[in-house]
């Protein structure tokens, strides 16, 4: 028979629930401002132009990148990679200007980031040994062997944390840029601007509430097996 831990149940079911409205909402809110097109008429590739340029990155290359909400910042290599990047909707240009901001963090040193950045290796090498040291050795009884896993999947739980403060500073940026620059969205659309940096933002907490969730429920296994 199938066995399920109850901790499982009590802790990840609601924390996968939650992963799953942040991502509906993200989508869907996304998808609802990618309609509406920017009154300036600029392409979300032009207005993360305008402002890295007004920031004064112009070493900071823009690039497109295959895929939907695939937008990111490469701090190795001072690229910006914008999966809608011909698109003027108020979402596109927002994912940019989020972009931006990061670019703009790793310009003047952001801790956080400097600080996430240093640890991605350590969170990815913990993502793929985490689990399956900590169930086998659950399987076979070796204590060391789960605390081995536990140890590694703090790494990963760290690294999802630093996350919260470098996203959201970074959508934090994007609207003041877009304020201050004052040509790329009107002030009416800020609002729209908005409501899609926060909707992705959520998608941090949920991951960062399912790593502590998964944390607590590998320890109370462990402590369980203990006795």
Known sequence: MFYVDPYFLLLIV?????????????????????????????TAAQAARRLLDRAGLHNVRIEAVPGQLTDHYDPRTKTLRLSAPDSPSLAAIGVAAHEAGHALQDAHGYAPLVVR??????????SMLAIPLFFLGWIASIGPLMWAGILFFTGVVFFTLVTLPVEFD???????ILQESGTIVAKSELGAVQKVLNAAALTYVAAAAMAVLQLIRLLLIARSSQR
Not at 117 to 126: C, D, R
Not at 170 to 176: D, K
């Open 14 to 42: 609601p924390a996968l629930a939650f992963s799953l409205y942040a991502q509906y909402r993200v989508w869907s809110t996304y998808n609802k401002y990618a309609q509406q097109q920017a009154a300036s008429g600029l």
């Open 117 to 126: 950045n240093a640890v991605v290796p350590v969170a990815s090498f913990g």
């Open 170 to 176: 970074a959508s934090r940026r994007a609207v003041q």
